[in-house]
């Protein structure tokens, strides 16, 4: 049996050391554009609304190239919003799948999002890929005056409300925080059903479990799952009837910094593929700015990429 090709995802936010994010916007709708020409299969953009000062509690990571997490940035890091960028890529795009990843839903009303996610699936033909989740941040719960202990059970009622909104005709919807009645979303997204929805987190927790089996096309979990959570994960798709073959799996690669000023070394990160190949994962997340410092370089790692993955996994 044929091994499936590994598709490439090249993540465009967090690339602080090479864009800023307020006056060279420009830069990351140019990746978007040049991974594409190389061959790579999505583009991914997370985001926050606003930070507070929770968001850099623990002090600066180590090196500015890492990921950011809970704690580890600075209040004043630049996340232009997502939703409006992607719409940017979509429009200088063609093929590229356009995944906004870390969508903070409960941050805002489910009509509203629900009606802009579904607008920039229809501009993008279909290319969209949502992963809606809760976040960690409290101050930016409180910035938007939204419960942050009732972040999970807002989420719950996005995706149910979503699922109604996307359908033919009006939707009616009453649950605890949201009700609406005979509300008509148009236009309706562009594949039936709306955009692919992914689902991950730090641990495969209960609810991350229970979205997954009923809403979620794909898991993107942070950092390597343990085989016991993946055990856990197909048993609970075989109980729903389905199978695992209808989640995408999302790995990525990891980036092992010399020090806390340099690069780390793209081959030694492209190791981790094979072995996650061997797991059942088909798509992997890269950030460019953890291997080259030239924003102008780009394009030149994305066909790099390529060509490294393909001697890899052949």
Same mark, same amino acid.
């Given at each position: 049996m044929t091994k499936p090709h590994p598709r490439m995802t090249l993540v465009l936010t967090e690339n602080w050391t090479m864009t800023g994010g307020r006056c060279d916007l420009a830069a990351p709708v140019r990746w978007a554009r040049e991974a594409e020409e190389a061959g790579f299969d999505s583009v991914m953009l997370s985001e926050h609304i606003v930070l507070g000062p929770d968001a850099g509690a623990d002090g600066p990571m180590p090196n500015p190239r890492e990921y950011a997490a809970p704690?580890?940035?600075?209040?004043? !890091?630049?996340?232009?919003?997502?939703?409006?960028?992607?719409?940017?890529?979509?429009?200088? !795009?063609?093929?590229? %799948?356009?995944?906004?990843?870390?969508?903070?839903?409960?941050?805002?009303?489910?009509?509203?999002? &629900?009606?802009?996610l579904a607008t920039l699936d229809l501009l993008s033909e279909g290319r969209l890929v949502v992963l809606p989740t809760v976040s960690w941040s409290a101050d930016e719960y409180a910035a938007l005056q939204v419960p942050f202990t009732r972040r999970g059970r807002l989420l719950d009622e996005h995706l149910a409300a979503w699922q109604?909104?996307?359908?033919?005709?009006?939707?009616?919807?009453?649950?605890?925080?949201?009700?609406? %009645?005979? &509300?008509?979303?148009?236009?309706?997204?562009?594949?039936?059903?709306?955009?692919?929805?992914?689902?991950?987190?730090?641990?495969?927790?209960?609810?991350?479990?229970?979205?997954?089996?009923?809403?979620?096309?794909?898991?993107?979990?942070?950092?390597?799952?343990?085989?016991?959570?993946?055990?856990?994960?197909?048993?609970?798709?075989?109980?729903a009837g389905r199978d695992m073959s209808e989640l995408e799996m999302v790995g990525g690669t990891r980036a092992a910094f010399p020090d806390r000023t340099s690069v780390a070394d793209l081959g030694r990160a492209l190791e981790a593929v094979p072995e996650q190949m061997e797991e059942g994962f088909t798509t992997f997340c890269i950030k460019p700015s953890q291997f080259t410092d030239d924003p102008a370089g780009v394009g030149d790692f994305c066909r790099e990429v390529m060509r490294r993955v393909e001697r890899l996994t052949g």
């Open positions: 704690g580890n940035q600075a209040p004043d !890091t630049p996340w232009p919003s997502s939703i409006v960028l992607l719409s940017a890529i979509a429009a200088v !795009t063609e093929r590229i %799948r356009l995944a906004a990843a870390a969508v903070l839903a409960p941050l805002r009303h489910p009509l509203l999002l &629900a009606k802009e109604l909104l996307w359908q033919p005709g009006p939707a009616t919807f009453e649950g605890e925080h949201y009700r609406f %009645r005979d &509300a008509w979303l148009e236009p309706k997204p562009y594949r039936a059903g709306g955009p692919e929805l992914w689902f991950g987190g730090s641990t495969l927790h209960s609810a991350v479990l229970r979205r997954l089996v009923t809403y979620g096309h794909g898991f993107n979990p942070l950092g390597r799952p343990t085989p016991g959570e993946l055990e856990k994960l197909r048993a609970a798709m075989a109980e």
